[in-house]
């Protein structure tokens, strides 16, 4: 994936196409975050435990971030990642929805996983919904566990899935196999079958 798809975040109308002219773009988003909170670039990766040249290349789409510089400007921001790709909300939405049609749903791919957002058109979700492809094949692949705010449901689509967590012996999971945990508590997850294993994540925001 370019660094310029990656950067910019197509949302989904009702109707299941793609809006052209609505694109919510990852660098603006932080750097509209940051703003928000009155931070300098300088103050703002302080607080994220990055380079200030890796945050503005990230804010000028310039960089498509890691998972782990995801993390560390999700916990810097004080929000879960999954919010990072949740655009602020503009006056209240009842009665809403929205259909995520096959192959309408917003990519996002790290080293390890290949994501895909769905639901991308609805603010301030009390839930955010994404099937990934499991690329890694060892845990030695992640830099750290994984943590973010939050609780995490995950199904195993296709394939034949480890999860490993910080507190528990890893878990051999297949095709129907479920589980809900906390997403605070570190977590990765390889595909141990011979093709890239499919899951269905679903993460709910705090």
Known sequence: MSTRNANLIQISRDDGATDQGEPLNL???VRDLRKSRGWTLEQAA?????????LSKIENGQMSPTYDALKKLAVGLEISVPQLFTPPQQGQ???RMDVTRVGRG???ATATYEHTLMAGSLRQKAMMPYTA??????IEEFDGWVRHDGEEFLYVL?????LYTEFYEPVEMRRGDSVYYDATMGHNVISTS???ATILWVTALT
């Open 27 to 29: 660098g603006a988003r």
């Open 46 to 54: 302080r607080q994220a435990g990055l380079a200030r040249s890796t």
């Open 93 to 95: 939405i009842n009665g």
């Open 106 to 108: 917003t990519p996002y």
């Open 133 to 138: 492809r499991i690329r890694a094949r060892k």
């Open 158 to 162: 296709t394939g034949v899935i480890r």
């Open 194 to 196: 011979p093709e890239d």
